[in-house]
């Protein structure tokens, strides 16, 4: 690792908007910082199909996020890719393990923002069953597609999956709960169908394939729905699980004071880990900015 021979002054975990602009603001300020990501840059925000309420900026979130990172080692911001699985607090600075690797830092911002939730049904493994429609979405050309779940992300993913696929079916464990725009926008869509009050128990598989999904509705009787591809949008979780418990709340979200620190001095956290925090991408890239300016100040006093 090309950072481990030396104290970083901020370690940033996570890719997404609150670290790079962290990693912007801290970088301004002539303080070394490295961005480590575990598996792609923009996390979550980086398989937005198309983003239209971050302001002055319209297009994919891949997009976004790689004018985030240009932007941020254009002033001395370095990005490397690995995954920190713990983290420890040393007398005078911080230690992290990146893929195995010991690594120094004098502060830590945490902006691992959150996972996809899994719905724990068997069959869940299947090749054909996804959490990310930019990623997979290709795959679905001329298949019937089911989409679970009932917000916003799985509204607006099944819109870009009729790029691609021939149809798709809304399964929804309760009423439809997506913004009234995005529900007058699928009710004009005849190639969406919405099935509501219904709870997934199995992916069937045939031969190995996915197959179709099984279902209850109210009544407790199971129904069977045929489909080809599956995509799973049912909320999200904090991707904290390395963290030290001291910082965590019982949801395991990272608890902060209002300047974005931590009960551990020196770890501050930004973005959708954080308790409280709005998931929104601009809301995020805030909350970076300002957790990268109390570093900074906690890096002037110590």
Not at 98 to 122: M, W, Y
């Amino acid at each position: 690792m090309a950072t481990n021979n030396r104290i970083l002054d901020i370690a940033i975990i996570g890719s997404g908007p609150a670290a790079f602009t962290a990693a912007i603001y801290a970088a301004r300020e002539n303080l070394s910082v490295t961005v480590f990501e575990r598996e792609s840059i923009g996390g979550l925000t980086g398989t937005i199909s198309k983003i239209e309420n971050y302001p002055g900026f319209t297009g994919t979130g891949a997009e976004l996020m790689q004018t985030m990172r240009a932007q941020a080692e254009s002033f001395g911001a370095q990005t490397e890719y690995g995954e920190c699985s713990a983290l420890k607090k040393l007398p005078s600075h911080f230690q992290l393990t990146i893929d195995d690797e010991p690594l120094l830092a004098r502060s830590v911002i945490v902006a691992t923002g959150s996972q996809r939730r899994k719905l724990g049904i068997p069959g869940e493994d299947l090749p054909a069953v996804s959490y990310c429609a930019t990623c997979d979405g290709p795959l679905t050309t001329g298949k019937d597609v089911v989409v679970i779940g009932g917000g916003n992300s799985a509204v607006q993913e099944s819109f870009f999956i009729l790029k691609y696929a021939k149809s798709v079916t809304i399964v929804c464990h309760s009423a439809l709960t997506a913004s009234e725009v995005l529900q007058a926008r699928l009710a004009a869509e005849p190639r969406i169908q919405l099935i509501t009050n219904a709870t997934s128990q199995e992916f069937i598989s045939t031969n190995g394939k996915l197959s179709g999904l099984k279902y209850t509705l109210q009544d407790g009787k199971p129904k069977t729905l045929p489909t080809d591809f599956a995509f799973i949008f049912v909320g999200m979780v904090p991707a904290t699980e390395f963290l030290p418990q001291k910082i965590l709340a019982p949801d395991g979200s990272v608890k902060t004071k209002s300047d974005f620190s931590t009960a551990i001095p020196g770890i501050f956290a930004a973005g959708d880990c954080r308790a409280g925090n709005i998931k929104q991408a601009i809301v995020a890239s805030g909350e970076g900015a300002a957790a990268a300016l109390s570093a900074s100040k906690y890096l002037e006093n110590t």
